[in-house]
């Protein structure tokens, strides 16, 4: 018996081995209970959701909570689409708009350890037409029109992965440059776009930028661009690479640019708010983005906004890089590769109080000193309404999702973090 016993640990502890050196146990686990929180504080959140949802603040969200590689907590409230009184379940399909823009950085950065790039390299050297860049110097709002001053240096990946390259945003963008942008049909990436990315990569490449490249930061299309430089140097679409190189390989099998018809009916329905801030749904032609483009045939892979996805496959995206690049058994990227990713890459006062690394937003000890994120947390979110951090400290993933903007009651979203973080032990 006793020699029985003893071969039964043993041949156990093989596979407990063989499986941590393959990485399995690095997986999220579902079917376990975290010693290390309080499930009692964990379940106020539900009153806190609800409430909003029933004062009509929030028509419908998906949280999750990923606590030391264990799911924590799944949920869906309120509705999907409040017309047919649709439930919101926690398997729901989201436009993550901008939080594309993490998987396209990480994109890059895979390419990068492949020996295709370096950070500092400029990215002429694979689109030519954004050699010699110019600043826009004056601008005339009548017409357009503009003169420029040559820019001192050219624009570098890691210029582009840090939103300091001097490019603009179409439509959501600075007012002067948005308009030449506009002017030159550059896509904002936000919906359906009928155009070659390359073709519109190249026009936005002859455009001035807003300001010297390196000296500031600004949000623009910096990841559109990021995922057309993919396309480039690896010979394949961005919907093909992320499937062969991120989605496949973690098991994100609810990621996609081109929702199936098959899962369109998971698709939560997208609101804005009227003047007195009552919530309705958004129209198809509202800002010129239509919300059905999750499921609209295209070509034109928005690396800055055009992807969907769910909560779970989102938070795996996430433990990967906590994990030190390494997820259900691949190593995606390396460990000293995720940690320059999650480190801060600017000047100080550049972002704020707060920092960005090749990707994300890094929260830095002064903003730690006054929330209950922990200093070197990385986190971004959506245009819809949709938000995400990780904090390798506490080993966490939290994601709270919604789909609606504006949304005049924010607040919830911090709330949810204060209350993530108070039931830790």
């Given at each position: 018996?006793?020699?029985?016993?003893?071969?039964?640990?043993?041949?156990?502890?093989?596979?407990?081995?063989?499986?941590?050196?393959?990485?399995?146990?690095?997986?999220?686990?579902?079917?376990?209970?975290?010693?290390?929180?309080?499930?009692?504080?964990?379940?106020?959140?539900?009153?806190?959701?609800?409430?909003?949802?029933?004062?009509?603040?929030?028509?419908?969200?998906?949280?999750?909570?990923?606590?030391?590689?264990?799911?924590?907590?799944?949920?869906g409230y309120?509705?999907?689409?409040?017309?047919?009184?649709?439930?919101?379940?926690?398997?729901?399909?989201?436009?993550?708009?901008?939080q594309?823009?993490?998987?396209?950085?990480?994109?890059?950065?895979?390419?990068?350890?492949?020996?295709?790039?370096?950070?500092?390299?400029?990215?002429?050297?694979f689109?030519?037409?954004?050699?010699?860049?110019?600043?826009?110097?004056?601008?005339?709002?009548?017409?357009?029109?503009?003169?420029?001053?040559?820019?001192?240096?050219?624009?570098?990946?890691?210029?582009?992965?840090?939103?300091?390259?001097?490019?603009?945003?179409?439509?959501?963008g600075?007012?002067?440059?948005?308009a030449?942008?506009?002017?030159?049909h550059?896509?904002?990436?936000?919906?359906y776009?009928?155009?070659?990315?390359l073709?519109?990569?190249?026009?936005?490449?002859?455009?001035?930028?807003?300001?010297?490249?390196?000296?500031?930061?600004q949000?623009?299309l910096?990841?559109?661009?990021?995922?057309?430089?993919?396309?480039?140097?690896?010979?394949?679409?961005?919907?093909?690479?992320?499937?062969?190189?991120?989605?496949?390989?973690?098991?994100?099998?609810?990621?996609?640019?081109?929702?199936?018809?098959?899962?369109?009916?998971?698709?939560?329905?997208?609101?804005?708010?009227?003047?007195?801030?009552?919530?309705?749904?958004?129209?198809?032609?509202?800002?010129?983005?239509?919300?059905?483009?999750?499921?609209?045939?295209?070509k034109?892979?928005?690396?800055?906004?055009?992807?969907?996805?769910?909560?779970?496959?989102?938070?795996?995206?996430?433990?990967?890089?906590?994990?030190?690049?390494?997820?259900?058994?691949?190593?995606?990227?390396?460990?000293?590769?995720?940690?320059?990713?999650?480190?801060?890459?600017?000047?100080?006062?550049?972002?704020?109080?707060?920092?960005?690394?090749?990707?994300?937003?890094?929260?830095?000890?002064?903003?730690?000193?006054?929330?209950?994120?922990?200093?070197?947390?990385?986190?971004?979110?959506?245009?819809?309404?949709?938000t995400?951090?990780?904090?390798?400290r506490?080993?966490?993933?939290?994601?709270?999702?919604?789909?609606?903007?504006?949304?005049?009651?924010?607040?919830?979203?911090?709330?949810f973090?204060?209350?993530?973080?108070?039931?830790?032990k």
């Amino acid at each position: 018996m006793i020699k029985i016993v003893t071969c039964r640990t043993l041949i156990l502890s093989v596979i407990v081995l063989l499986a941590s050196m393959l990485g399995y146990t690095q997986t999220i686990q579902t079917n376990t209970r975290n010693n290390n929180v309080d499930y009692g504080r964990l379940a106020k959140i539900d009153g806190l959701v609800n409430e909003y949802i029933n004062k009509k603040w929030l028509t419908g969200a998906v949280t999750i909570i990923i606590k030391d590689n264990q799911l924590v907590q799944h949920k869906g409230y309120g509705y999907a689409d409040v017309a047919t009184k649709k439930p919101m379940r926690n398997d729901a399909i989201f436009r993550i708009m901008s939080q594309t823009k993490a998987i396209t950085s990480i994109g890059i950065m895979i390419l990068y350890e492949q020996g295709k790039l370096l950070l500092d390299q400029p990215i002429s050297d694979f689109i030519p037409e954004f050699k010699n860049p110019v600043v826009l110097d004056k601008f005339n709002s009548a017409d357009t029109t503009y003169t420029t001053v040559p820019a001192n240096s050219e624009i570098t990946f890691r210029q582009l992965l840090t939103h300091t390259s001097g490019l603009d945003y179409t439509d959501i963008g600075s007012s002067q440059v948005a308009a030449i942008y506009t002017k030159h049909h550059i896509p904002s990436g936000l919906g359906y776009f009928d155009a070659n990315l390359l073709e519109r990569m190249k026009a936005l490449g002859k455009l001035p930028l807003s300001f010297q490249p390196g000296t500031k930061w600004q949000y623009g299309l910096n990841t559109d661009l990021l995922g057309c430089l993919i396309e480039v140097i690896s010979g394949i679409n961005l919907e093909d690479f992320f499937r062969k190189n991120i989605f496949d390989p973690l098991g994100m099998k609810d990621t996609h640019f081109n929702v199936p018809v098959s899962k369109a009916n998971r698709l939560a329905t997208v609101y804005t708010e009227d003047s007195l801030h009552n919530i309705i749904p958004w129209s198809h032609d509202f800002r010129r983005i239509d919300p059905d483009y999750p499921i609209m045939k295209k070509k034109y892979f928005s690396g800055g906004a055009g992807l969907s996805s769910t909560a779970l496959d989102y938070a795996i995206f996430m433990q990967m890089l906590l994990n030190g690049g390494k997820y259900n058994g691949h190593q995606i990227l390396s460990k000293r590769t995720v940690e320059m990713i999650t480190s801060g890459q600017l000047n100080e006062g550049m972002f704020g109080d707060d920092n960005m690394g090749l990707g994300f937003g890094i929260t830095s000890a002064k903003s730690a000193a006054r929330g209950p994120r922990n200093a070197g947390s990385f986190s971004w979110g959506g245009y819809y309404g949709t938000t995400y951090w990780a904090d390798p400290r506490s080993n966490l993933v939290c994601l709270f999702l919604t789909q609606q903007n504006p949304n005049s009651h924010p607040d919830i979203e911090t709330k949810f973090e204060a209350m993530v973080y108070s039931s830790l032990k």
